[in-house]
């Protein structure tokens, strides 16, 4: 019996390794044959607040059937959120449908500036500093998944500075105007429309 005891605790604690928040509770109806069907529909997030979060929308006969049916679709979609200094990594733009979310990185202290569902999201993911606004329609359910996508759109943290590397370098040669060659000669580089005026001017001056 104690055997039974530890597996039924061990599977308590698995769990609640998420924390879950309810998003959106409705009562929706559908017409049938016989007359309408009333039904619980619900829109549960859950996220443990170490980069992983996830949500999940479901019907029920009641709250807790809802509930329970949403909470099992979350666990298994849940996505992994880059966090970099308890922040986002950039600022993110997404529209999905009619619902439009910004989300910006914040310094240290800033806490998380969002309302409703982006909020709720951001907590639960453990973002701790990040401003963001709903631009779009205040559809709970929309704003969710326009938030998912967002979070999902963020770039690796290696392409990011494959890139910074790619500029820098493109960059500094750029700058450097007198390349040399191999053999020692200067390289020739594409001329400007002004250089060439220049250069007309000057041979003239030396022709007289």
Known sequence: MAKKFNKGKDIYKKEEEFEQRVVDLARVTRVMAGGKRMKFRACLAIGDKKGRVSFGVAKGADVTAAI?????????????????????????????????????????????????????????????????????????????????????????????????????????????DNIITEDGSPKETKKTFKDKIKNLIIKKSEEK
Request: aromatic share 4%; with cysteine.
């Open 68 to 176: 329970t049916k949403a909470f099992n679709k979350a666990k298994k979609r849940v996505i992994v959120v880059p966090i970099i200094n308890e922040t986002i990594p950039h600022e993110v733009r997404v529209k999905f449908k009619s619902a439009k979310i910004l989300l910006r990185p914040a310094k240290k202290g800033t806490g998380v500036k969002a309302g409703g569902a982006v909020r709720i999201l951001c907590e639960l993911a453990g973002v701790a500093n990040v401003t963001a606004k709903i631009l779009g329609s205040n559809n709970k359910i929309n704003n969710v998944k326009a938030t998912m996508l967002a979070f999902q759109s963020f770039k690796p943290l290696k392409k990011m500075n494959q890139k910074v590397n790619i500029l820098g370098k493109e960059e500094k040669n750029i700058d450097n």
